[in-house]
């Protein structure tokens, strides 16, 4: 990997996850081995505020022609500023960006693990998870298809039926909720939509309502190779498997029983395959990225992770490297 990002411990906030994406939809991957957090994130998802109101100024036009005419400008100015604060009432901020939801993949971490690493490729935007344990490598990869939104998780073991995970979507904590993205968390203890969660034969759903009734959600399936998959109440569950393949639309305004109806039945359309969905995708993606190159003089460099870099930046040594790197 020449370009991207290289870690050596999960992300504990979401500004440090390892963001994926099509330009429309996105997740980003934290990286934890044995409760994985991927928040689902699609563009057209705000937490909209109540439209605001605006009274009517009109009664106080005539005095401030009769100011400005006078020459009056800067109190003129000042006048209108605040006879409009008096008669706003409503939102005083932008509305707060609101992730959809969360896909969590809890997994047993096969004993002892040991190097571990989480990297994003710039050039294939994938990211990836891996680590060992009892002579066994595990690696998460994902990415979301510049083809058709797909949101793409797969789950390898180098050793057969070494894949226990219970997956589910669920919704994104109250912290952060509707702020990831705003510049500021948004605090509050609760969140600002109802929601459900379900599991099909071969699948997940997950669905959101605000109180005004716009709806929006996310349809699974999940593929497994090897070992066995059991439908929970809201989640599934596989056991001692090779290979767990997750595809995964999301919608965003639409009515949320035909919507999740439609997509399922357009997950079923896709491949099963990892590595043609990814090809697809790549095959997109790549020239995007290659569209523009920059030539800092470092030439090849050895592979180091980012905080060892950022470790090296800190001590005053050469920050070419790191740009390299990103």
Not at 174 to 203: C, I, K, N, Q, W
Not at 215 to 227: I, T
Request: aromatic share 8%; charged share 20%; hydrophobic share 35%.
């Amino acid at each position: 990997m020449k370009r991207g990002l290289c870690m050596e411990q999960p992300a504990l906030r979401w500004q440090d996850a390892l963001p994926v994406g099509s330009g429309s939809v996105g997740a980003l991957v934290f990286g934890h081995i044995c409760e994985e957090v991927i928040t689902l994130n699609h563009e057209g998802l705000w937490h909209r505020s109540p439209r605001p109101r605006l009274d009517s100024i009109a009664d106080q036009i005539p005095h401030l022609r009769e100011m400005l005419l006078q020459g009056d400008y800067a109190g003129g100015e000042v006048f209108l500023t605040e006879h409009l604060a008096d008669a706003y009432f409503g939102a005083k901020r932008p509305e707060p960006y609101q992730p959809l939801c969360d896909l969590q993949v809890s997994m047993d971490a096969g004993g002892t693990f040991q190097e571990y690493s989480r990297t994003l490729d710039f050039a294939s935007g994938t990211a990836h998870v891996e680590w060992s344990a009892a002579g066994c490598r595990y690696k998460r990869s994902c990415f979301v298809s510049r083809e058709n939104d797909t949101i793409v998780l797969r789950v390898q073991a180098s050793q057969p039926h070494c894949i226990t995970a219970r997956l589910a979507l669920v919704p994104t904590g109250p912290r952060g909720g509707a702020g990831m993205g705003s510049g500021h968390d948004v605090a509050r203890t609760e969140l600002p939509f109802a929601y459900r969660s379900g599991s099909e034969a071969d699948g997940l759903t997950f669905l959101g309502q605000y109180p005004d009734g716009r709806e929006f959600g996310a349809v699974a399936r999940a593929f497994v190779s090897g070992g066995q998959a059991t439908a929970e109440k809201t989640a599934f569950l596989v056991e001692e498997a090779d290979e767990i393949l997750v595809v995964i639309r999301l919608f965003v305004d639409e009515s949320g029983d035909s919507a999740q109806r439609d997509l399922y039945q357009e997950l079923r359309n896709l491949s099963q395959s990892y590595d043609d969905l990814w090809a697809d995708h790549v095959q997109i993606h790549r020239p995007l990225f290659e569209r523009l190159q920059l030539n800092l003089g470092t030439g090849d460099l050895p592979l180091q992770t980012n905080e060892e870099l950022l470790a090296t930046v800190n001590r005053g040594g050469d920050a070419g490297p790191l740009l390299q790197r990103m």
